[in-house]
């Protein structure tokens, strides 16, 4: 058997298709072909379920060895691994979780997922050096009504239903987490990673509006504007530069445009 066939049979096996790999295996004394090939396939799915609890550390403790196990095995059949780095896999999980029975039935499941994932992208992404609040200040205050921004690649936006950031919060203290309580209304959270640490808090209605108008380009004046929905139009500027200023601390204002 030629090599490139000897892989590319022993992947199909791996990945639990029909394959013929069988035939290039020793069969002999002290184990059988079957159960050498039980040895690399069993190795390789606990590969994955490895790389998911990597990323998942803290859904892995709310499910249990026993169930995160079942998880993982369940996942890594209808989403084996496309990567070249282990690292990726794992992204579609909180989607898994979502719509796949039983654990459709406990909705924060998917949102833990989905939270642990986006911190793991947070620290993962790209440097840029940010722009102080100095840089701000040095700016003649006749150019910031057509001033744009651009951020850092760390940056991440989400919608969460439950109290999700409560239970990862606990459980990361090794502490009791609150039972799963659906909010009055979805709170928007920004990520983001400073000084090789990750960060992530609430925002207003105002602050969402804000940097959703910043993100699609639009300058400083546009981003007042938008405030009008929310805010008294003698609020605004001075509430627009405070967001400003606030997100320069935060490290996530990487140009000035």
């Known amino acids: 058997m030629q090599l490139r066939q000897l892989q590319f049979d022993m992947q199909r096996h791996l990945l639990g298709e029909q394959s013929g790999v069988i035939a290039g295996i020793v069969d002999a004394p002290p184990l059988p072909a079957a159960d050498r090939l039980a040895i690399y396939r069993n190795a390789y799915q606990v590969r994955l379920i490895d790389a998911l609890d990597d990323t998942y550390p803290i859904l892995h403790a709310l499910l249990g060895d026993e169930m995160f196990v079942a998880l993982g095995e369940a996942f890594g059949a209808a989403h084996p691994s496309v990567h070249r780095s282990i690292r990726w896999y794992g992204r579609e999980l909180a989607d898994f979780l979502a719509r796949c029975p039983p654990y459709e039935e406990q909705p924060i499941l998917a949102e833990v997922a989905l939270l642990e994932w986006t911190l793991a992208e947070v620290f993962d992404a790209a440097d840029a050096e940010p722009k102080t609040r100095a840089a701000l200040s040095a700016i003649d205050p006749k150019a910031w009504a057509a ?42 959270w920004l990520l983001w990673r400073q000084n090789l640490q990750n960060y992530f808090r609430s925002m207003t209605a105002v602050e969402t509006a804000a940097l959703d108008a910043a993100l699609r380009g639009r300058n400083f004046s546009q981003i007042c504007e938008d405030l009008r929905a929310w805010l008294p139009d003698d609020e605004i500027p001075p509430a627009a530069a405070t967001l400003v200023g606030n997100w320069a601390d935060s490290g996530i204002i990487i140009a000035l445009r």
């Open 147 to 188: 001033l744009g921004f651009e951020f850092h690649p760390c940056l991440r936006r989400l919608k969460l239903k439950w109290n999700t950031v409560a239970v990862w919060k606990a459980m990361s203290a090794d502490a009791v987490p609150p039972a799963p309580e659906l909010g009055a209304a979805p709170v928007a």
